[in-house]
């Protein structure tokens, strides 16, 4: 499963949108802006209803937590994967630290303020719902103006001189049409 940046596809909402943390006098978290990236599966046919946050300081310019978040209950993420393993379950569904991705030593503090503060907001979550089903339309649409058979408008058939006319005259090529598109 490949996941892509929202900003890649709706630049103009994620410049809106994108959620942000500021910290000032945070005992745990250094002062300073972080952003939250959402990225989202672009597998045609996967319908997972989960997003992974870019969390990037501008301070350390760099990404300095990949958080993996699913809005579903247990029991939508159990029938998706196909498995009810408790544990696996509480993986897809987060928020939990994406063991795939580099974290770094702010990366448990940070999950801990977007899963008390971020994802308590009820309306941001509606947000992420409506990005995700946006993300998912568009790469759908993709999909299938990629896949769609298209006329080559380089190949032309190449008429014999003898065959009958494509106009529909009923007279031969030669008789008819050829003079006419050379």
């Known amino acids: 499963m490949a996941y892509t940046p929202f900003h890649e596809k709706f630049l103009e ?3 809106k949108e994108t959620r942000m943390i500021t910290t000032i006098n945070d005992s745990e978290l250094p002062r300073g802006t ?5 990225f989202y599966c672009d597998e045609v046919g996967c319908d997972c209803r989960r997003v992974f946050f870019n969390v990037y300081s501008e301070v350390r310019n760099e990404i300095v937590a990949v958080i993996a978040y699913g809005w579903e209950d247990s029991r939508f993420y ?6 009810d393993d408790p544990s696996i379950i509480e993986e897809l569904k987060g928020p939990i630290l994406n063991a795939s991705s580099f974290q ?3 990366a448990p503090i940070l999950l801990d ?9 009820k309306y941001y979550i509606e947000r992420i719902k409506r ?5 998912k339309d ?7 103006k990629e896949t769609s058979i298209k006329p080559d408008k380089k190949f032309k058939t190449k008429i014999g001189r003898n065959a009958p006319c494509p106009c529909g005259s009923g007279k031969k ?3 008819c049409c050829m003079n006419k598109t050379a």
């Open 131 to 135: 990005h995700y089903y946006m993300f």
């Open 34 to 38: 972080y952003s939250l990236f959402e």
């Open 113 to 121: 303020v977007v899963n008390e503060s971020v994802l308590k907001d």
């Open 78 to 83: 159990a029938d998706w994967f196909g498995d």
């Open 13 to 15: 909402i994620a410049e």
């Open 138 to 144: 568009l790469i759908e649409k993709e999909n299938r």
């Open 173 to 175: 090529y030669k008789n």
């Open 104 to 106: 770094s030593e702010l």
